[in-house]
């Protein structure tokens, strides 16, 4: 069994769709796919302790060896990785329950835990894949998925938040499939260690140069780099509390992920910088997505929309330290995917909770929720803390991270920006802590619970983890450092 822990890690999810479909009965699928969820964990986890064991694992699908067949190649990238998406799916689907029958129709409930599990199939797939199609094949299957959860919402504009990002995601996918396709022309080949190979030979036509700008401008439109964020914030403030919570944490992360895997396993270093000026449009693109979007969070009235830009500005950063261009900048931009992935999850389960009691997120509906619903907001603050790097916190170790990188380069200036991105995250935050501690609550409001335990708790296992990982910084920290490493030592 040990042998086929690769395979596993997606066909697990991938079998469980339809399974889901044959139980058809809502309560009895959320139990399945949770169940599901934890096998992936549990996969994920001794993937990782095979890696740190043996090394790079690869599994041969069908007997086929590469090139010819298709390959899934685990490495501490991407088992680092795997672990971080199964454990806030597992996490997350634990407040499924109540969120969703709060907020959607019994009937519906199954086909939203279908569309679930292909997405987080199409997730996984990416992740453990050796091959440049089948990433292709992966991200398509988690982007339809991705369509389906967020129009299934119960505000009306779900549906025109679905359809554009239906028609921004295909014009990505379009333009990672051609060059993809451009890649094969020149190579040949589809396997990506092989192509790592093959490109050098090629490198300096146009034709390749071509292939890299297509690539680079779909999957930065699939990660919602700044400009090409436009499907983001409809998509994060109309879609189902449950979905919120997962796409945040997790699709834009694997985005990254593919966009760190052809940078510097597959095009290299050498080619990706020195090449091409992929640091000042990388470093470029950041700053103006960390400084614009914070400043439009900071209007916002819808409190999802409102973190939806936060988000835009988070990947900003991300994207800064990928742009650096250096060990100290990419450990940056991992561990800051890590960190972001924990503080969205505990934010967005918050606001499930305020759903699920208040029935809003408009920022007036949160007026005196800090003394009716105390364990709801001091998660949604923590969050926010985490958001504006507070020591202690995750959010503190990934700019520390990323200040430093800027630093040893000599790049004092854009530091500052850094930490001016903080004091806008600050005054978006403090709008809401203002509204829900300091206001007295609506006249015609009145006194709410506090949210039930099975949002809370999922919640604050998040918030947990923001502060833990906050004070011990030896797992996240060093796998990043390390992955960082191997990865510059790929390309050189």
């Not at 959860?149 to 990672?176: H, K, P």
């Not at 992935?341 to 929720?369: Q, T």
Request: glycine content about 8%.
């Amino acid at each position: 069994m040990i042998q086929h822990l690769p395979i596993l890690q997606v066909i697990i999810p991938l079998l469980a769709a339809p399974i889901c479909f044959i139980l058809r009965e809502a309560k009895l699928v959320r139990w399945f796919v949770l169940l599901a969820n934890i096998m992936a964990f549990v996969v994920s986890i001794m993937l990782l302790q095979q890696v740190n064991a043996n090394g790079t694992l690869v599994y041969t699908l069908g007997g086929w060896e590469a090139p010819i067949g298709i390959e899934y190649r685990i490495d501490e990238l991407n088992a680092y990785l795997l672990i971080l998406v199964t454990s806030i799916s597992t996490i997350t689907l634990m407040a499924a329950g109540s969120s969703l029958t709060k907020e959607m129709k019994e009937s519906k409930q199954t086909y939203f835990y279908i569309a679930y599990m292909l997405c987080l199939t199409g997730l996984l797939g990416i992740l453990a894949t050796g091959d440049a199609f089948n990433v292709f094949v992966f991200l398509e299957i988690s982007s339809l998925a991705s369509y389906t959860m967020i129009a299934m919402g119960n505000d009306r504009r779900s549906l025109w938040a679905s359809y554009q990002y239906l028609i921004m995601g295909t014009i990505g996918a379009t333009f990672i499939l051609i060059g993809i396709g451009l890649m094969y022309m020149m190579t040949g080949t589809l396997n990506m260690h092989d192509l790592a190979g093959r490109l050098v030979e090629v490198e300096q036509t146009k034709t390749i140069y071509m292939a890299f700008a297509f690539f680079l401008v779909g999957v930065c439109l699939k990660l919602a780099l700044f400009p090409l964020h436009l499907w983001l914030p409809n998509a994060y403030a109309y879609a189902p509390s449950i979905a919120t919570v997962f796409l945040a944490a997790t699709a834009t992360k694997v985005a990254i992920y593919i966009l760190l895997r052809f940078i510097f396993s597959v095009y290299g270093f050498e080619f990706s910088f020195t090449h091409l000026p992929l640091t000042e449009i990388l470093v470029t693109l950041g700053l103006l997505g960390v400084i614009a979007a914070s400043i439009v969070a900071i209007y916002q009235t819808n409190v999802k929309r409102l973190f939806a830009y936060s988000s835009v500005s988070q990947i900003g950063y991300m994207i800064l330290g990928l742009g650096i261009g250096t060990k100290t900048g990419l450990s940056a931009t991992l561990l800051h995917l890590f960190n972001h992935a924990l503080m969205k999850s505990a934010i967005f389960l918050a606001l499930a909770g305020v759903v699920y009691r208040v029935g809003s997120v408009n920022i007036k509906a949160f007026a005196g929720l800090g003394r009716q619903m105390p364990w709801t907001m001091a998660a949604i603050v923590v969050g926010g803390l985490s958001l504006i790097g507070v020591p202690l916190t995750v959010g503190f170790v990934s700019k520390w991270y990323l200040v430093l990188a800027l630093l040893e380069n000599g790049w004092w200036p854009i530091a500052v920006l850094v930490l001016i991105g903080s004091l806008l995250a600050m005054a978006y935050i403090w709008r809401i802590v203002e509204v829900a501690y300091f206001k007295p609550a609506l006249q015609n409001n009145r006194s709410y619970k506090e949210a039930p335990l099975t949002i809370l708790v999922p919640a604050w296992i998040f918030v947990i983890a923001n502060i833990y990982f906050g004070i011990d910084t030896s797992f996240t920290a060093g796998i990043s450092e390390k992955t960082a490493e191997l990865l510059f030592g790929v390309v050189k």
